[in-house]
């Protein structure tokens, strides 16, 4: 387990296309682009048949906030690190085409944050889990996902506008942020309150303004984001804004071309089911 971590994280730093703390996508090809997974293996299983990517060398796909949700043991643990190691054998065997971003649970995770959901703090129902499966190595092991998950890059962004992160950061934020995160050395300490990598994957509710001004910034035209919880898959958040989630029986995954300009309502025409894959 721990030397599959570690071919993890040689993937994440070697992806041939990441420059710096972003991937920067070619402008040939298309996309598959998943919201927050949070332990589904099921779903993790349609994206990857729908993807096909054996037979799609063109072809790229997003995973995000895979840990913290799914099965559980007996006694209330987290599981959810399993699903995440079948992504990193995914990421593996295609090094150059699955890309996983930073999400506010595994920065939380690798900074020893609480953080809830369903009631259950995620952190201490994982290392459950994993003093359970591994109790005499469970402390190495966590570890080795917490070195993992702060191996990942912090975004995507592609030739044609498209811009993939798990958040951005809230309008409050704005005079803190500091776009220099992307290409610069990451810090644990960009991840606590008020870094600005711990801004970029909690933040929700962004004004129109504002995402207009990151945008411009960020030098993109369209934002695909995770983090905040859709009920019916997704959500249009904004003029230029896409919520998607594929962590529950409405999830969705967004099918994009990376070769032309994409609209809103291209995106949004994109749109599959997860429910619709075999």
């Not at 889990?129 to 591994?134: H, M």
């Not at 995160?181 to 970029?200: A, E, N, T, W």
């Not at 933040?203 to 995770?226: C, E, H, P, V, Y």
Request: charged letters at 20%.
């Amino acid at each position: 387990m721990l030397e599959l971590l570690n071919q993890g994280i040689k993937a994440n730093l070697e992806d041939r296309f990441r420059k710096k703390n972003l991937i920067l996508l070619p402008t040939s090809g298309d996309l598959i682009i998943s919201g927050d997974l949070h332990g589904h293996q099921r779903n993790f299983e349609r994206i990857a048949t729908y993807s096909d990517l054996e037979h799609h060398p063109d072809r790229h796909v997003i995973f995000q906030e895979i840990i913290h949700g799914g099965p559980k043991t007996e006694e209330g643990g987290c599981l959810s690190y399993r699903i995440l190691l079948n992504v990193i054998r995914y990421k593996i065997q295609f090094p150059d085409q699955v890309h996983m971003i930073i999400g506010n649970h595994d920065t939380a995770f690798f900074t020893h944050t609480e953080v809830m959901k369903d009631g259950r703090e995620m952190n201490r129902a994982m290392e459950m889990a994993l003093t359970e499966e591994f109790p005499k190595d469970h402390a190495e092991i966590s570890q080795g996902l917490q070195d993992f998950l702060f191996s990942q890059p912090l975004a995507i962004k592609t030739g044609n506008g498209l811009w993939m992160s798990h958040s951005l950061p809230a309008d409050r934020w704005m005079d803190d942020f500091s776009p220099h995160i992307f290409v610069r050395p990451m810090l644990i300490s960009d991840c606590v309150k008020p870094g600005s990598v711990y801004l970029l994957t909690w933040g929700r509710n962004m004004s129109q303004s504002w995402l207009d001004k990151l945008a411009d910034m960020l030098k993109t035209r369209l934002f695909i984001l995770g983090h905040q919880p859709q009920p019916e898959g997704w959500n249009r958040a904004g003029d230029n804004l896409l919520l998607i989630a594929s962590d529950h029986n409405h999830g969705c995954l967004v099918h994009a071309s990376l070769e032309s300009e994409i609209s809103m309502e291209d995106l949004i025409n994109s749109i599959v089911p997860l429910s619709s894959i075999a």
